[in-house]
């Protein structure tokens, strides 16, 4: 038998990958996170299938139900949000494995940054502007490292992917400010991909008064920098006088 931890993707059924929805629609075991995977994409396990969600589980009740998994001889699927290589929390469940002597495999997914991006339409590198994108989160129960706080971070001034922290929008928008300017573009995407999908746009001045207004504190994505305007300068990729091996210059 083996385990498979199963990006989920952003919510979207149609969004997760072909292996992912196979492995999930064949399972006979599935640890879910339930808190973050819509309905929707749990529907797509078997009516047999024996659901636990992770929400209500402690590792040592997770292992519990590996285990059985591997009294019976079934694969199990580790059913995480997005992507499990981001805030899965799974190098613990792994190294439970580990010592259970359990194989297991990691299925990627669509992060929630992605569906974010492809939701407001945009790219997240922009020529001459900013080559970086920085995937992090604010500090909770679970402390920043100093050397990544918030601040940081901002003093790069690249594209910023926030996850967890939109209830922190204000205190967010305040100090990267400070770095990016009060008029940088902002935007959060609530549930990015599911049905009731919402998108609010704005400055750093006037975000949070927006996110506020719609009563949005919680599983929203944050992103920020100047990638997202449009008046940006445009790529040579497809100018007549950028050559590479596929393509050769034009000469005026």
């Given at each position: 038998m083996?385990?498979y931890?199963?990006?989920a993707?952003?919510?979207?059924?149609e969004l997760?990958t072909?292996?992912?929805?196979?492995?999930?629609?064949?399972c006979k075991i599935?640890i879910?996170?339930?808190?973050l995977?819509?309905?929707?994409?749990i529907?797509?396990?078997?009516?047999d299938?024996?659901?636990?969600?992770?929400?209500?589980?402690?590792?040592?009740?997770?292992?519990?139900?590996f285990?059985?998994a591997?009294?019976?001889?079934v694969?199990?699927?580790?059913?995480?949000?997005?992507d499990?290589?981001?805030?899965?929390?799974i190098?613990?469940?792994?190294n439970?494995?580990?010592?259970?002597q359990i194989?297991?495999?990691?299925?990627?997914g669509?992060?929630s940054f992605?569906?974010?991006?492809?939701?407001?339409?945009?790219e997240?590198?922009?020529?001459e502007?900013?080559?970086?994108?920085i995937?992090?989160?604010t500090?909770?129960?679970?402390?920043?490292?100093?050397k990544?706080?918030?601040?940081?971070?901002a003093?790069?001034?690249?594209?910023?992917?926030?996850?967890?922290?939109?209830?922190?929008i204000?205190?967010?928008?305040q100090?990267?400010g400070?770095?990016y300017?009060?008029?940088?573009?902002i935007?959060?995407?609530f549930h990015?991909?599911?049905?009731?999908?919402?998108?609010?746009?704005?400055?750093?001045?006037?975000?949070?008064?927006?996110?506020?207004n719609?009563?949005i504190?919680k599983?929203?994505?944050?992103?920020?920098?100047?990638?997202?305007?449009?008046?940006?300068?445009?790529s040579?990729?497809?100018?007549?006088?950028f050559t590479?091996?596929?393509?050769?210059?034009?000469?005026?």
């Amino acid at each position: 038998m083996k385990v498979y931890f199963v990006g989920a993707g952003p919510g979207n059924p149609e969004l997760m990958t072909l292996l992912g929805h196979r492995l999930l629609s064949q399972c006979k075991i599935c640890i879910y996170a339930g808190s973050l995977i819509p309905p929707e994409v749990i529907a797509v396990a078997p009516d047999d299938a024996e659901l636990y969600d992770s929400a209500k589980m402690t590792l040592e009740e997770m292992e519990t139900v590996f285990r059985k998994a591997q009294q019976e001889d079934v694969d199990l699927v580790r059913l995480h949000t997005g992507d499990p290589s981001i805030y899965g929390a799974i190098r613990e469940q792994m190294n439970s494995l580990d010592r259970m002597q359990i194989e297991y495999a990691v299925v990627p997914g669509i992060s929630s940054f992605q569906a974010a991006a492809a939701t407001l339409k945009t790219e997240l590198t922009a020529p001459e502007v900013t080559q970086t994108v920085i995937l992090s989160r604010t500090s909770g129960r679970t402390p920043m490292p100093e050397k990544e706080d918030l601040q940081q971070l901002a003093k790069m001034r690249s594209t910023l992917c926030l996850f967890l922290s939109v209830h922190k929008i204000a205190e967010v928008a305040q100090e990267l400010g400070r770095w990016y300017g009060d008029d940088c573009p902002i935007a959060v995407v609530f549930h990015a991909s599911w049905p009731d999908e919402k998108v609010i746009r704005g400055t750093l001045q006037d975000i949070a008064a927006k996110v506020a207004n719609e009563g949005i504190k919680k599983t929203a994505m944050i992103i920020v920098g100047q990638a997202l305007s449009r008046d940006i300068p445009v790529s040579k990729l497809y100018h007549h006088a950028f050559t590479h091996g596929y393509r050769q210059g034009s000469a005026e």
